[in-house]
């Protein structure tokens, strides 16, 4: 009884996955794969020690290789943490400036486009898109900082003006 269950189960994930993998545009199908791939081998291995069929350390090697796919993930994003922090970027910390450029009261637009994420003679369009991404993950309401959303806006005004 419970290999069936076992089986439908793994039988409609399966299905669900392929389905899934179906509707993704091609630039995410290889991301997703991989993310396929790693999540179905850590539920093989811990399958087969809840089954006494491998080492309990199996079990935590899998869990463990998983962890550090997530950790890799979130080290893109350490700069933005040391800014929440309050500690000071090591470049503008020797040549006396601040820890955030929003406080300055001029902006280059070098800068902007820096902190956008974009190059300097984007169209106004593309300022748009990528003003619109930095602030759905750095808008104060969704946990960022007010001094971030000022920056960002602060870059999109000397790109548009």
Known sequence: MFTSILLVTIVGVAIYGIKRWQTLPESERNAFAKKALLYGGVAVVLGLVLAGRAHWLMGVLAALLALAA????????????????????????????????????????????????????????????????????????????????????????????
Not at 71 to 86: E, L, N, R, S, T
């Open 70 to 161: 997530r950790v890799a993930q979130f080290a893109h994003y350490a700069p933005v943490f040391k800014k929440f922090m309050g500690q000071e970027d090591p470049v503008n910390a020797q040549h006396g400036g601040s820890a955030s450029p929003a406080s300055s009261t001029s902006m280059s637009r070098a800068e902007a486009a820096a902190i956008l994420g974009i190059t300097i003679d984007a169209k106004p369009d593309a300022v748009r898109q990528a003003h619109k991404r930095l602030m759905q993950k750095l808008h104060p309401d969704r946990g960022g900082s007010d001094p971030l959303a000022k920056q960002i806006n602060q870059a999109k005004d000397v790109l548009m003006g």
